[in-house]
């Protein structure tokens, strides 16, 4: 299993950014996806989850109205859209799937919110 973000950067409050994670080594139709965030000094934490067909999504209270979760399943592709960034949603942005109590990760992706 594989999972390669891309698509973090530095961007304004108020800017928007579109993150995607590549995956492999899996049937990635079959597999809900996660992202997740870690801020220096914090725990990771969940941002935003879909279902394997895409049909259900969740999102934690502070990204809910401005960030979305996407999937490409032909592209073996899951999105983050991120809009109205603030500087408190700077961190190292990955990408997650599980299989029973085996979690994969991604390496990372830097996003940092300043003027």
């Known amino acids: 299993v594989q999972l390669v973000e891309s698509g973090g950067g530095l961007v304004q409050p108020g800017g928007s950014l579109r993150l995607s994670c590549v995956a492999s080594?899996?049937?990635?139709?079959?597999?809900?996806m996660r992202w997740y965030r870690q801020a220096p000094g914090k725990e990771r934490e969940l941002v935003a989850g879909?279902?394997?067909?895409?049909?259900?999504?969740n999102y934690a209270d502070s990204v809910k109205g401005r960030f979305t979760i996407s999937r490409d399943n032909a592209k073996n592709t899951v999105y983050l859209q991120m809009n109205s960034l603030k500087p408190e949603d700077t961190a190292v942005y990955y990408c997650?799937?599980?299989?029973?109590?085996?979690?994969?990760w991604g390496q990372g992706t830097q996003v940092t919110v300043s003027s």
């Open positions: 997650n799937t599980w299989e029973g109590l085996k979690l994969y």
């Open positions: 879909l279902s394997s067909a895409g049909s259900t999504t």
């Open positions: 080594g899996f049937t990635f139709s079959r597999f809900a």
